[in-house]
């Protein structure tokens, strides 16, 4: 059966119905070498509890956990600093706004106990992207994980760490500089509609991410608020590309070394077509799931 139109073949050729505890985990392998990869997704609850028998084991035995990029250095993050360049400074910003859309982030700051001010010296893209870190950051919603746990777990068992390879975005900044009005109305009306489906679903999401149903998560997480807004933008397509490269890199570093590495992969990198599993599996990589 063919793969639905822009998903990863090798993700669904894996798919079980009959899921081991924990969240989503495929393996890649080449000779002595494996790299077991945990498919991560933003955002996550703080207080979320997951447990994975398997990583745990395969932590015992490991002798690198790579991370998601450093958050000045990844794609996602990446294009969000994009947003925050110096010279996408405003005054009175909602003012520039229909009435519907400025009612809409008036109605969402009061939601999450912040005064629509805060945001009025930001083009409304950057205003967009700071609502949803305040929302995120009300609801007790991560960014940052699961690469942090799982930081700290390596840390625990004495295994080393680090992030996925870095890379300069200054070019990227610069080139995005000057966004037209339009694309910054677009970031700002996705970044309110990420909000809202986030407050609808992100727990059960989460949930579903924590017990391994990639059914669930598909049906519950949306797209990144930056496919929204910046697939207007010729150098977001560099970014994503950029991101996916760079994580297919460091797997083919650690494949080239016997052992075991375990690495955190966002499910955004994984899931689509022509994406880490995907070009693995290309290169000779043996794509499967890690034992029980």
């Not at 991560?142 to 068992?157: D, E, F, I, Q, V």
């Not at 300069?168 to 610069?174: D, E």
Request: hydrophobic share 45%.
């Amino acid at each position: 059966m063919a793969p639905p139109d822009g998903e990863s073949a090798v993700v669904q050729e894996l798919e079980v119905v009959a899921r081991p505890p924990g969240p989503a985990l495929w393996r890649a392998r080449r000779g002595e070498s494996e790299v077991v990869i945990l498919g991560g997704l933003t955002p996550l609850p703080h207080s979320l509890e997951w447990f994975s028998p398997r990583l745990d084991r395969a932590m015992k035995d490991a002798r690198l956990v790579l991370l998601p990029p450093k958050a000045s250095a990844s794609p996602l993050e990446a294009a969000r600093l994009l947003l925050r360049y110096p010279s996408l400074k405003t005054r009175n910003m909602r003012a520039s706004l229909t009435p519907e859309l400025r009612a809409r982030l008036e109605r969402t700051a009061a939601s999450i106990g912040r005064d629509p001010k805060k945001y009025d010296s930001w083009k409304p893209g950057v205003a967009g992207f700071m609502m949803l870190e305040d929302f995120r950051e009300q609801g007790g919603l991560s960014s940052a994980k699961p690469g942090s746990t799982l930081a700290r777990r390596a840390k625990a068992a004495g295994v080393d760490a680090k992030p996925i390879e870095d890379f300069k975005a200054s070019s990227l900044m610069k080139a995005a500089a000057n966004l037209p009005a339009q694309t910054h109305v677009a970031c700002l009306t996705a970044a309110l509609d990420e909000i809202d489906h986030e407050a609808a679903n992100a727990p059960e999401a989460a949930r579903a991410w924590a017990r391994g149903d990639l059914a669930g998560v598909r049906g519950r997480a949306a797209p990144a608020v930056l496919d929204a807004c910046l697939q207007q933008v010729p150098t977001f397509g560099v970014l994503l590309e950029r991101g996916t490269a760079e994580a297919v890199s460091d797997i083919e570093r650690a494949l080239a070394k016997p052992g075991r590495t375990i690495a955190v992969i966002d499910l955004q990198y994984l899931l689509r077509r022509n994406g880490v599993l995907d070009r693995l599996k290309a290169r000779g990589a043996v794509i499967d799931l890690p034992p029980e």
